[in-house]
């Protein structure tokens, strides 16, 4: 658990005048942690995808039903969430720890206010437990190797590495695909990777400068996917049925939400280590 130092330093840390991923998320998902500079980007890339606000909500309603999944089909117990976000409906300690009260997860995120906001999400149930970290996910050996991880994650039992909605903000050229291989490496067989990503490929009338702009000024670029490279993230290992499929396809469970344009602009799959 973060001590208030900690979280008093992350607070001092917070800068409310360029936008921050995890708050134009929180903005578009309808929440309150969030600033101006925050909801201008957000703004503009409705204006570049009129159906973000209900993409954004299908994404997230994806993650609900993996982790559900996780938690209860294939028996995952412990849940290393990288790139968490500030804390909304159905967290992932929420919805693991309904399934089983015992479940326990590790959250790591770049951005302080997540850090800030981390005694919400440390509520827990009475026996498993959470633990919140600031940490870049482009450094996987701190994350592997911090202390409350460990002590949260038992690394030679299956963990579901869950990276949802962040890997679209390391381009390239900081090597996205070696960084998941890392996380991929530390964790034995019957372990599982969540992963969801953003991708033009259901419009590919938008050029990706369009959807990047919104973050230019942003502490992250944003880099969109083709299902081709996504799907490389899971290499190695086999990935449960339907696949890497757009997340409102990835077993839907309650009527869809009607998406202007018609799409999430976004891929989801879960996949298990052999
Ligand atoms: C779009 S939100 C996704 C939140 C949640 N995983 C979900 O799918 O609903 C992306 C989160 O990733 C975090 N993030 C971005 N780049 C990161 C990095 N390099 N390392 C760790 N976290 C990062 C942001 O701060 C933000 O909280």
Redesign the pocket.
């Known amino acids: 658990m973060p001590d208030s130092m900690d979280t008093r330093s992350a607070a001092a840390r917070i800068n409310t005048s360029i936008p921050?991923?995890?708050r134009?998320?929180d903005y578009l998902l309808g929440g309150k942690d969030n600033y101006a500079a925050d909801r201008e980007a957000a703004e503009q890339l409705v204006k570049v995808s009129p159906g973000t606000r209900e993409g954004v909500r299908a994404?997230?309603a994806f993650?609900r039903r993996a982790v559900r999944h996780l938690a209860t089909e294939a028996g995952i117990t412990q849940f290393l969430?990288?790139?968490?976000?500030?804390p909304?409906q159905g967290n992932t300690h929420e919805v693991a720890q309904e399934a089983n009260p015992d479940a326990r997860v590790a959250y790591?995120?770049?951005?302080p206010i997540?850090l800030v906001h981390g005694r919400a999400l440390l509520t827990g149930s009475a026996t498993g437990r959470t633990t919140v970290i600031e940490?870049?996910?482009?450094q996987p050996e701190a994350i592997l190797g911090h202390p409350e991880v460990k002590a949260v994650i038992d690394f030679t039992q299956p963990v579901a590495v869950?990276l949802?909605?962040?890997l679209h903000?390391?381009p390239d050229d900081e090597g996205p695909h070696a960084t998941v291989e890392r996380f991929k490496a530390a964790v034995p067989s019957g372990s599982h990777l969540l992963l969801?990503h953003i991708t033009l490929d259901f419009a590919p009338q938008v050029q990706q400068e369009e959807m990047s702009k919104p973050y230019d000024k942003s502490?992250?670029p944003m880099v969109p996917r083709t299902h081709a490279d996504v799907l490389r993230f899971f290499d190695g290992w086999q990935l449960v049925e339907p696949g890497l499929v757009e997340v409102v396809l990835w077993r839907p469970d309650e009527p869809r939400e009607y998406i202007p344009g018609g799409h999430a602009w976004a891929y989801g799959g879960v996949a298990v280590k052999p």
Do not use: E, K, M, W
């Open positions: 921050h991923p995890a134009i998320y994404h997230r993650l969430d990288i790139g968490t976000g500030i909304t790591v995120d770049n951005d997540v940490a870049d996910l482009r869950i949802a909605g962040v903000f390391v969801s502490t992250a």
